[in-house]
């Protein structure tokens, strides 16, 4: 497995932007889909936004399609979310997660970061 440490939260005013950031170390990077997901309080883990591992494929949840971006550097080992046009309904916190797989998928990720809070407010 990959460890995963996000950071870039924090609390911003609603239409404000955020760029969270995702270092990984252990193992080739480029060989994992990368994934952000987010768990607001008394709500499941969403599946928010998902990169391929040259970065030419990228999918989004629809909440968030248009708003947010998903990106990543291999040779820095770092996968990125872009936050634009924040919504309080954005609020969440917000984890990096990784897996090795030929299939690009929202489920089956095994890598997870500890998370970072992203409040949003109006």
């Known amino acids: 497995q990959v460890q995963l440490a996000e950071s870039g939260g924090g609390l911003v005013q609603a239409v404000d932007s955020l760029r969270l950031s995702c270092a990984a170390s252990g193992r080739t990077f480029s060989s994992y889909i990368m994934g952000w997901f987010r768990q607001a309080p008394g709500k499941e883990r969403e599946f928010v936004a998902i990169?391929?591992?040259?970065?030419?494929?990228?999918y989004y949840a629809d909440s968030v399609k248009g708003r947010f971006t998903i990106s990543r550097d291999n040779a820095k080992d770092t996968v990125y979310l872009q936050m634009n046009s924040l919504k309080p309904e954005d609020t969440a916190v917000y984890y990096c997660a990784a897996k090795r797989a030929r299939v690009i998928t929202t489920q089956g990720y095994d890598s997870w970061g500890q998370g970072t809070q992203v409040t949003v407010y109006s």
């Open positions: 990169i391929n591992w040259s970065g030419s494929m990228t």
